[in-house]
């Protein structure tokens, strides 16, 4: 979730499905809550993950009719981000 969905309809629902909401409130809100600003901060993190892999047509258009085969491709994509993140990183 992002603040774009902070309402408290889609907050009781994350809660109620066992999530734990860690979007901050929007800053017009009359009664903010607390939330995890660690977590929060991860949660960028993460999206850039799914951004990178994403740049792997196979694993963005999912050309693969079984599921081994499509988790094997998006392994080989995490290992190509990876040696590239270190490659990039080492110069």
Do not use: C, H
């Not at 799914?50 to 994509?77: P, S, W």
């Amino acid at each position: 979730m992002d603040k774009a969905y902070e309402d408290n309809e889609t907050r009781t629902l994350a809660e109620k499905q066992g999530f734990i909401p860690v979007v901050p409130p929007k800053s017009n809100r009359k009664e903010p809550w607390e939330y995890d600003k660690e977590v929060y901060k991860n949660r960028n993190e993460v999206e850039r993950f799914f951004l990178r892999i994403k740049r792997f047509r196979k694993v963005f258009t999912r050309y693969d009719k079984l599921d081994i085969m499509f988790i094997g491709f998006i392994t080989i994509a995490m290992i190509f981000d990876a040696v590239l993140k270190f490659n990039v990183n080492t110069l």
